[in-house]
């Protein structure tokens, strides 16, 4: 998968997550009345959003990266820290609307058209954060993290503001809300995948074989290369490649390349290299697998 086509999978997964997220918020609201107070109320509507949103984007790194056990199990992680971050994101949401009623906004019409709108916007930029940083706390990357909280915080800000600014300008309110809601999903994918190109440092290219054209992102620190699933790139169909082959590790602004082991063998441009600087348009080889090089 090119660098375009994984941002377009991530608007197209943020669509899809909104879009199924949709029905359960409707059937929320239909026992609304059962429920004690507008608060539990609203921390449960959280809890399903971030459940149901968070768990499709778990599996976006595991079908872009094609390993199966990472789609099933980044699924699980994102069902999970999304059930905190719904319910972390509302909270929020309701002290921020609690102070934008009682503090700062002064007239009615102010609070339906701004303080409402962008205080649950708030909340919903907490969501944002918690679903981006999906991947880079199932990873225990650091980086992956950092991008997710800066593009889920911009995503979700925005696609908020979109959610609840559509109950104003839309007259059917049950489209209003499944309108909102791919639009929220959209803007985080967007913004996610946004963030995470331009805090990159480089991109591989596979050049042959059965993934030929798919595009890797240097968006960590260290990345291991191999046959094996535990890897961060899986080069399963690919001759001469040991379980974890080489490793990829960025020194401030530099990308090195390395062997894993002594048994394994690399080359940069037709060399064999124990270690090498990487720069642009390197054609690196591991195993049968030859990678370009460039930079974002």
Not at 223 to 243: A, F, H, P, Q, R
């Amino acid at each position: 998968m090119s660098i375009i086509m994984r941002r377009i999978f991530l608007c197209i997964i943020g669509m899809i997550a909104g879009l199924a997220a949709w029905p359960f918020a409707e059937t929320t609201l239909l026992f609304q009345p059962d429920f004690p107070s507008y608060l539990i109320f609203s921390i449960f509507l959280g809890v399903i959003f971030g459940f149901v949103m968070g768990g499709f984007f778990g599996t976006s790194d595991g079908v872009i990266m094609s390993v199966k056990r990472s789609v099933f199990s980044g699924s699980i992680h994102g069902a999970l820290i999304g059930i905190i971050g719904g319910a972390v994101g509302f909270i929020i949401g309701q002290a921020a609307l609690f102070i934008a009623g009682n503090i700062l906004i002064q007239s009615a019409r102010e609070f339906n058209t701004v303080g409402f709108p962008v205080s649950r916007a708030v909340g919903w930029a907490f969501l944002g954060v918690f679903i981006g940083m999906v991947d880079g706390i199932r990873s225990r990357s650091f980086d992956k993290i950092k991008v997710g909280i800066i593009g889920g915080i911009l995503g979700g800000f925005l696609g908020g503001l979109a959610l609840e600014y559509s109950r104003l300008v839309v007259n059917n309110v049950m489209f209003a809300r499944v309108a909102g809601l791919i639009i929220f999903g959209l803007f985080i994918g967007l913004l996610y995948g946004f963030v995470e190109s331009r805090l990159s440092f480089g991109v591989l290219r596979l050049l042959n074989g059965k993934y030929k054209g798919k595009e890797f992102l240097v968006n960590q620190r260290k990345i291991k290369i191999g046959s094996s699933v535990k890897n961060t790139i899986v080069l399963s169909g690919y001759d001469k490649i040991s379980d974890t082959h080489a490793e990829l590790k960025v020194k401030g602004d530099t990308v090195v390349i390395k062997k894993n082991s002594p048994k394994t063998v690399i080359s940069v441009n037709d060399d064999k290299v124990e270690e090498h600087q990487l720069i642009m348009d390197d054609v690196i080889q591991i195993g049968s697998a030859k990678f370009l090089y460039k930079f974002k």
